[in-house]
Structure formats: structure tokens, C-alpha cells
């Protein structure tokens, strides 16, 4: 009986052995937004940044995975803007275009063997959001855009991941997330028949933690026992 377990456990170990689940935090840089959105900041504001991340290792070369970001887009003007409808905007205070920007993308990377780990470098295609409050604006913010943008995501990323045990490794990860967000609202301006929309450029940086579920040594194991059965029944 052990021995018959063990031969119906071992695809799913093999599989499992696999997987590597991960989290990490950081900042979050943003370019300046394109198109119709009126409050654009010159100056770049640092954002917090979270990630979340699951990969299933194809091979010892490529990965395949889903990742989600989490982040906030911002900006900071050099001057007084005064848009058309006269609304003004101080230098000293932010424009929220997403208090919090959530990014869904399926990614693969490729992977080259490294001391103790494996760097790594791919493409990520997906969909992002924006959500907040847009009514509320606090004490250091001059604008917020309307709740609920939305739209397709095309990205890059690169980083490294470095074993300290058997199932641990620590990990640091440089992203580029290039988002096309609509509203279904007008953009604020004298264009008002026109609903909002903007293009902008995100680059999180973040450090974190992957378990393996399985490490080589616990696959070797089960092939082990599966070829000494008198040893295990």
C-alpha cells in the first residue's frame, strides 16, 4: 500500500516541486500621464509598492506565472495650474490619478543560473485598475482623478532570486508596467463630451520572500522509496 501512495503522490510532488510562491514590498515610480488628463505632474513622487506572485518552473530556463502589483500613480507640478473651468493646483500638493493601482498580469521569464539562485528577465501582458475615494481629497492632494479606470497592461521585468534554505530564497525584482487606463466619465475640461483616458509608465522595484514547495532533495526522496519498496512497506 505505501508503496502504491507513493507512486500516485509522486506526479503531484513533481509538480508541486515546481512552484514557487512569493511577496514582496518596495516604492513605485510613475512617468508623467499622457492624453486628456489636465493635472499632469512634472515632478516624480515615490510611491509604496506591494507585489504577489505565484511561478510554475517549466524547466531549469523558463517560468510561467501570475503576478499582481500594487501601487499608487502620482505626480507633483513645478507651477500653479489653473484649468478651464478655473480650478487651481499648488506646486506643494499632489495629483492622485490612482490611490491604488492594481495590475493583474500573466508573465515568463527566462532564467540563468546565478550563486546560490537564478537572475531572471521577461514579459508580462495583463490589466490594470485604478480605485479611491475621488470625492475626498486630504490635506497634501490637489486632485483626483474619477474612481474606476481601467484598461490592458503590457510590461517588463528583471530580478534576482538567492536560496537560504531548502524551501526559502529572498528575491529583488525591477518592473516596467506601461498601462492604457479609460473612464467612463468626462475628462474634467472644456472637452466634456470627451470620457477621460491616459497613458502612463510605472516602475516598481520591490524585495521579498519565495517558498518552494518542494525542493529537489524531496523529489530525489520519493524516487528513492519507489524504487527500495522493502524499505518503506
Known amino acids: ?17 515546481k512552484i514557487e510562491l512569493g511577496v514582496g514590498a518596495g516604492i513605485s515610480l510613475n ?3 499622457s492624453e486628456n488628463l489636465y493635472f499632469k505632474g512634472e515632478k516624480t513622487t515615490i510611491n509604496p509598492a506591494a507585489t504577489v506572485q505565484g511561478f510554475y518552473n517549466i524547466n531549469e530556463r523558463w517560468q510561467a506565472g501570475l503576478q499582481l502589483h500594487f501601487s499608487s500613480l502620482s505626480g507633483k507640478s513645478t507651477v500653479t495650474n489653473i484649468d478651464s473651468m478655473g480650478h487651481s493646483s499648488s506646486e506643494d500638493k499632489r495629483f492622485v490619478y490612482a490611490k491604488t493601482n492594481i495590475i493583474g498580469c500573466a508573465v515568463v521569464n527566462a532564467r540563468f543560473p546565478a550563486q ?3 537572475v531572471y528577465g521577461g514579459a508580462a501582458l495583463g490589466y490594470g485598475v485604478s480605485r479611491h475615494d475621488s470625492k475626498t481629497l486630504k490635506s497634501k492632494e490637489a ?3 474619477p474612481d474606476g479606470g481601467k484598461g490592458a497592461v503590457l510590461g517588463l521585468q528583471v ?25 467612463d466619465t468626462h475628462a474634467g475640461t472644456n472637452t466634456v ?10 516602475f516598481p522595484v520591490t524585495v521579498g520572500i519565495r517558498y518552494q514547495l518542494f525542493t529537489s532533495e524531496t523529489r530525489e526522496k520519493e524516487r528513492q522509496d519507489l524504487m527500495n519498496p522493502g524499505e518503506t512497506e
Do not use: D, W
Open 193 to 202: 463630451t470627451e470620457n477621460l483616458k491616459y497613458s502612463v509608465m510605472s
Open 143 to 145: 486632485y483626483r482623478t
Open 116 to 118: 546560490n539562485g537564478y
Open 1 to 17: 500500500m505505501k508503496k502504491t501512495f507513493l507512486f500516485l503522490l509522486l506526479p503531484v510532488c513533481s509538480f508541486a516541486q
Open 159 to 183: 530580478g534576482y532570486v538567492r536560496g537560504i534554505t531548502k524551501h526559502i530564497a529572498v528575491s529583488a525584482e525591477a518592473a516596467f508596467r506601461y498601462q492604457q487606463l479609460g473612464y
Open 31 to 33: 512617468s508623467k500621464p
